[in-house]
């Protein structure tokens, strides 16, 4: 017998205000079509002022708690992906657990960028698999709005805000691909590519927040390789091949990059969960974001095979299977 993670509840949050491709005409030169026909983005929603990130991440965790039939204090860690915590500290994560009611367990941030979530669901799975946990949401959350430049057309853009999360609860299978649950999961970063996307600012240099600077190119051509090499590395691990995926739930950063990382590992269009023209790279939040619209609308069923990646700043990035 094999412990699995298996998730067994997901939610999400998105904050009222929607705006549309159409805003950014009136102060940018820029156009609603450039932005569309350049990533995808349609539209994107924007926290309000005084919403934050833990609220956001609080209201989907409640809502995967929900559809999980348990309550905040039912679970051992929370775990919380994000580069835009409320405050420089404590982390996000300890602030959703004391609005979510929870006393009895651990939470913590963990920051990967736009790879976060990859990099939660990683930790997470080896919490529950090591056995220190049985129980663990993992949420992604964003105000990335607030890390805006409003003058820089080349990423002010592509942005947007919001939450999303995920019950992991720990069940013993019979330890082959057949089983439900995180499958394999691998991730990867390389801090030599700092320069191509980061922000330039923080609590330990410049005492400030700082702005998103992007080489929007570098990024888009490392973006396409790395999650290719990442999905291989976990379609090697099971034996799996592009056929045996029945979703692709990808970090949602431009579309023209989904449909490029599909083509290159052989993975039919119709299989691709796409947010983005709705959502904007909503960055740490946006893979759990698109599982919560994909199992909601009931594309993705228990017992199907989804495959999820993620790529961000630093470079980071990495790819899990999971059997839902
Ligand atoms: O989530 C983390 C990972 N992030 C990503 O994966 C983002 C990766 N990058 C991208 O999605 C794309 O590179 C962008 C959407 C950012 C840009 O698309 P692109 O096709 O790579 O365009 P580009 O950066 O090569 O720019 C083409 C032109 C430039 O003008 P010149 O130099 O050719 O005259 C830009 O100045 O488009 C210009 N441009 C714009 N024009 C109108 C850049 N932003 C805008 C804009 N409106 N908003």
Redesign the pocket.
């Known amino acids: 017998m094999t412990r699995r993670a298996v998730a067994i509840g997901v939610g999400h949050y998105l904050p009222e205000r929607v705006v549309p491709n159409a805003e950014?005409e009136k102060t940018?030169?820029?156009?609603s079509e450039?932005?569309k026909s350049?990533?995808g983005i349609e539209r994107r929603h924007f926290a309000a002022p005084g919403q934050n990130t833990s609220d956001l991440a609080a209201h989907a965790a409640n809502a995967a708690l929900d559809m999980a039939g348990l309550n905040g204090n039912d679970v051992d860690a929370i775990v919380v992906a994000t580069s835009t915590a409320d405050l420089t500290f404590p982390s996000a994560a300890t602030m959703v657990q004391a609005k979510i009611g929870n006393t009895k367990g651990y939470a913590f941030d963990i920051q990967a960028?736009?790879a976060g979530f990859a990099f939660a669901l990683t930790n997470a799975n080896a919490l529950i698999v090591s056995g220190q946990a049985d129980r663990v949401l993992v949420i992604g959350a964003e105000t990335f709005s607030r890390l805006l430049d409003w003058d820089d057309?080349?990423?002010c853009?592509?942005f947007g805000d919001g939450a999303g999360a995920i019950v992991l609860k720990a069940e013993e299978q019979s330890g082959t691909n057949e089983d439900r649950g995180v499958l394999t999961a691998h991730l990867h970063s390389d801090g030599r590519y700092k320069e191509k996307?980061y922000v330039d600012g923080g609590p330990g240099s410049t005492s400030t927040v700082g702005h998103v600077r992007?080489e929007?190119?570098e990024?888009?051509r490392h973006?396409v390789v790395n999650i290719a090499e990442a999905i291989e590395e976990a379609l090697a691990a099971t034996g799996f091949t592009a056929d045996d995926i029945d979703w692709f739930v990808p970090?949602q950063?431009?579309k023209?990059?989904l449909d490029a990382t599909a083509k290159r590992i052989g993975l039919a269009p119709e299989k691709v969960v796409i947010t983005v023209g709705e959502q904007g790279?909503t960055?740490a939040a946006s893979v759990p974001l698109a599982l919560d619209a994909a199992v909601k609308d009931g594309r993705i069923k228990r017992g199907d095979l989804v495959l999820l990646e993620a790529?961000?700043?630093g470079f980071t990035w990495g790819s899990a299977l999971v059997r839902w």
């Open positions: 950014f940018l030169d820029t156009t450039w932005i350049r990533s960028v736009c057309r080349g990423t853009v592509l996307l992007m929007g190119r990024v888009f973006a970090h950063a431009n023209r990059i790279n960055s790529m961000g700043g």
